[in-house]
């Protein structure tokens, strides 16, 4: 938002943000990173899912885990007594460690050679594609990125899917999709209110419906 010579019409609060961790619970961490843009102060965040252990509910039944809270301890990598005395153990219901999802969203940049690092590997980026090549010095002059950028990036940091947005008006999204995608296939365009699944290892779904929250624990 910008104002100027403007009063909000409501209180605004500042928060300075630093680069790091902004964020930690039990299942995910955010972190922010410098994004180079015109004036200091910009960043990009990592939204980074914590590695877990899969809950096997089907051996969970077998050795007779009722549902509850006896689930959740094992799932916390507590033991559990039964009631029949017997002693069960985590990794009895316990699957092999599975990594987290990883998502980069990145705003407006002028550069993205300073981000190969941060964003490798990540299983969807979302970065701005303001301008297309045929306008690069126009995007540089600016600083912006052409969707030939963003995908040269997600090329060489070995991204899962490329999510470009902050389109200009001049171009179609065909036009921007096939720049992109002729360096890097695994593009889209988002749009106004779409939402997308990012998971581990798979491509991003999009939805037209908000995405409801899910448990891997039986409670």
Known sequence: ???????????????????????EDNSFE???????????????????????????????????????????HLVMGQAITLADGRVIEPDEVLGPIVPGAVLAVVGDAGRTDDLL???????ALVIESTYLEVEADLAKAYGHLTAAQGARLAREANVRQLILTHISRRYSEKEVLAEARSIFPETVVARDFDHFRIQKDKSALVSDVPLQEETDVPA
């Not at 500042?14 to 961790?21: A, L, M, S, V």
């Not at 102060?41 to 006896?70: C, I, M, W």
Request: proline share 11%; charged share 25%.
């Open 117 to 123: 690092d941060t964003v490798r590997d990540v299983d």
């Open 1 to 23: 938002m910008v104002l100027r010579d403007v009063h909000a019409p409501a209180q605004i609060n500042y928060n300075e943000i630093p680069p790091g961790k902004l964020f």
């Open 30 to 72: 955010l972190l922010a990173f410098p994004v180079t843009h015109r004036g200091p102060g910009n960043f990009g965040y990592l939204f980074r899912e914590k590695s877990h252990r899969p809950f096997l509910a089907d051996r969970a039944e077998t050795l007779g885990v009722p549902f509850g809270p006896e689930r959740k």
